[in-house]
């Protein structure tokens, strides 16, 4: 924490994600809050893309939960060297995937 800066400027609000976005945003049926969004929107891409529904999720939560956590470390290590990581990394998961599907 910098010097000046009190410990209740730079703590976030209950439930908010440090890497400012989050997996879970988003309204689901009926104006509830959605869960997950963005993991079911990236499975039922792969899904369209050849990959078995359950397979899919399995995938798009993978490469989310990877991209975010490279995303936090890269951030705090102000270096792109973990998100550049993590997209190959991401690359090969959905590779396989695939292969599994074809």
Not at 59 to 82: C, E
Request: aromatic residues 6%; proline residues 5%.
């Amino acid at each position: 924490m910098s010097a000046g800066r009190s410990a209740a400027a730079v703590r976030r609000p209950a439930g908010r994600c440090p890497s400012g976005w989050s997996a879970e945003s988003g309204r689901g049926p009926g104006g509830r809050p959605g869960r997950f969004r963005w993991i079911e929107a990236l499975a039922g891409f792969y899904a369209g893309s050849g990959i078995e529904a359950e397979t899919a999720r399995d995938t798009a939560g993978s490469v989310i939960a990877l991209l975010k956590g490279a995303f936090m470390l890269g951030r705090a290590a102000h270096d792109t060297a973990p998100v550049l990581a993590a997209a190959r990394a991401s690359a090969a998961i959905v590779r396989y995937a695939l292969g599994r599907a074809g």
